[in-house]
């Protein structure tokens, strides 16, 4: 898939056309993201995990160069893009049809990525921790993911305040997509953020509700991959989250997900299979 064809996903879901979930798949250039920090350090083990990553049937490469866990410590801008110059430009060289997605909320790295050869911008801010953001990519041909977070990843999950959480959250699509509507950008896809500045029971809600926070048919982005809504349910850690991760993909699936972010690909393909044949089933007069 080409820069076109991600662009195409997001006008078909616009459109109403049904059009198969995509997976995203995380490649953390981080030492210290809370599942697989530090795997990644070396181009032999990130090119190796990209190639996995394509092999298990990922549509979208998703890289990161800042771990954005609760109290992560901040990272500079020069050290983020010293992180990631080098795996855009290699994987873009290797895989040249793949979708590369670089997670960075910074103006500066996504103009920066765009350039050479990022295809997505997905940003855990949606624009609010950086005012540059909608203009650099409201003139580019990149797509940009526009996540919901209550405060930074310093704060978090010590300030947050909901009255109505699924109400606030689709508001705030509503307004920041205006914004980018605005500036004649129309390339969006909406991520609730969870875990993000949310409680466990919000991230369920959230969940259950996910189709009332769609807005102007933007494609809808789940990620909760091994995330602690899943383990201080199950009292797991996140490498043994597998399970539950899958469980809640399913869920997110059923209740018009559009595209999951996850560590573990081949598993998420295989709940999009399941979900598919459901669906399927119930249309038939058997």
Not at 165 to 176: A, N
Not at 203 to 214: A, F, G, M, P, T
Request: charged share 25%; hydrophobic share 40%.
């Amino acid at each position: 898939m080409e820069i076109s064809a991600i662009s195409g996903f997001i006008q078909d879901v616009k459109n109403g056309k049904k059009s198969n979930p995509l997976i995203m798949g995380i490649l953390n250039l981080t030492p210290d993201s809370f599942y697989d920090g530090g795997r990644y350090d070396t181009p032999q083990q990130y090119m190796q995990r990209a190639e996995n990553l394509l092999h298990e049937g990922a549509d979208i490469i998703d890289l990161g160069a800042v771990s954005t866990r609760p109290d992560a410590p901040e990272v500079t801008a020069l050290e983020e893009w010293d992180r990631i110059k080098n795996p855009v430009r290699e994987i873009r060289k290797a895989f040249p049809s793949c979708i590369i997605s670089v997670d960075t909320w910074r103006a500066e790295i996504a103009k920066n990525a765009i350039e050479e050869g990022a295809d997505m911008i997905n940003d855990i801010s949606g624009g609010t921790m950086d005012n540059e953001m909608f203009k650099v990519v409201a003139q580019s041909r990149a797509a940009y993911v526009l996540m919901h977070i209550y405060g930074t990843p310093q704060t978090m999950q010590k300030e947050f305040k909901y009255d109505d959480v699924t109400k606030e959250i689709k508001s705030y699509f509503e307004e920041r997509t205006a914004m980018l509507n605005e500036m004649n950008y129309d390339n969006i896809i909406l991520d609730p953020g969870f875990g993000f500045g949310k409680s466990v029971m919000h991230n369920y809600k959230l969940i259950n509700n996910l189709e009332q926070l769609r807005v102007k048919n933007y494609p809808l982005l789940v990620g909760i991959s091994r995330k602690s809504m899943i383990n201080k349910i199950l009292n797991t850690l996140p490498e043994d989250a597998l399970a539950g991760t899958i469980a809640l993909n399913t869920i997110g699936l059923l209740k018009g997900a559009d595209i999951l972010r996850v560590h573990d690909v081949m598993e998420a393909k295989e709940a999009v299979g399941i979900v598919q044949a459901y669906h399927k089933a119930s249309s038939l007069e058997i």
